[in-house]
């Protein structure tokens, strides 16, 4: 089992729907959880951070955590042509030891259709 | 403001021989990490780096290793290259000490291994 899963895709989407990207994580201690977008060619950029169970939005974008679960999401709300990349699910143990290392998921492939 | 300079971005090198990969992170940023970036295992982190120290290392042999500079550039060097060591090698660099999980990714080093 991968310690970060996520579903490769392609996940298609229409102009102007709602994306809704998934994340599981297996290390419990985990305590901060990052989502970055990587269009092709080029490298991750960060885009979202939680720390708190629940929701936190920024603009169209949406994080979900659900730390009992193990789970984080993502929701990409009036989904562009633009939006169209792979999704990198990222957790820290949050701990100062484990300083800024991040575990990536494997990414998951968005495709917004106009 | 400059951002996360790698170099070089593309080199080809035979089975056996070694490789040298620099980066200069963004000015005032004392944290470096590497990564490896593969269409089979995603992107792995290779080592962390900071104030000259290494902080933290993955699951890799020990081929591979790293160093930083007094100035935060940093270096990763792989020795006695195989066929899998074929990827695109990331840098990030952070502001934060630790755990912001805010890392700026440098356009990466291609390596291809013959």
């Known amino acids: 089992q991968k310690e970060v899963e996520q579903n490769s895709g392609p996940l298609s989407v229409p102009e102007g729907a709602i994306a809704s990207l998934n994340c599981t994580y297996s290390d419990r201690v985990s305590q901060s959880f990052f989502w970055y977008r990587q269009y092709s060619g080029k490298s991750p950029e960060l885009i979202m951070s939680?720390?708190?169970?629940g929701d936190k939005e920024d603009g169209r974008f949406t994080a979900q955590l659900n730390k009992a679960s193990q789970y984080v999401s993502l929701l990409i709300r009036d989904s562009q042509p633009s939006d169209s990349a792979t999704y990198l699910c990222?957790?820290?143990?949050?701990?100062?030891?484990?300083?800024?290392?991040?575990?990536f998921g494997g990414g998951t492939r968005v495709l917004v259709k106009p | 403001k400059a951002g996360v300079t790698q170099t070089p971005r593309y080199l080809i090198k035979t089975r056996g021989q070694q490789v040298t990969l620099s980066c200069s992170p963004i000015s005032g940023h004392r944290s470096v990490s590497w990564y490896q970036q593969t269409p089979g295992q995603g992107l792995q982190f290779l080592f962390e780096y900071f104030s000259e120290t290494q902080r933290n290392k993955g699951n890799f042999p020990g081929r591979f290793s790293g160093r930083q500079f007094s100035n935060s550039r940093s270096e990763m060097n792989v020795s006695t290259l195989e066929l899998g060591d074929s990827a695109l090698y990331l840098c990030a660099s952070s502001l934060a000490e630790t755990n912001t999980g805010e890392l700026f990714f440098g356009e990466g080093s291609r390596l291809t291994v013959l």
């Open positions: 990222a957790v820290s143990r949050g701990i100062k030891a484990a300083g800024n290392k991040l575990t």
């Open positions: 939680i720390y708190s169970n």
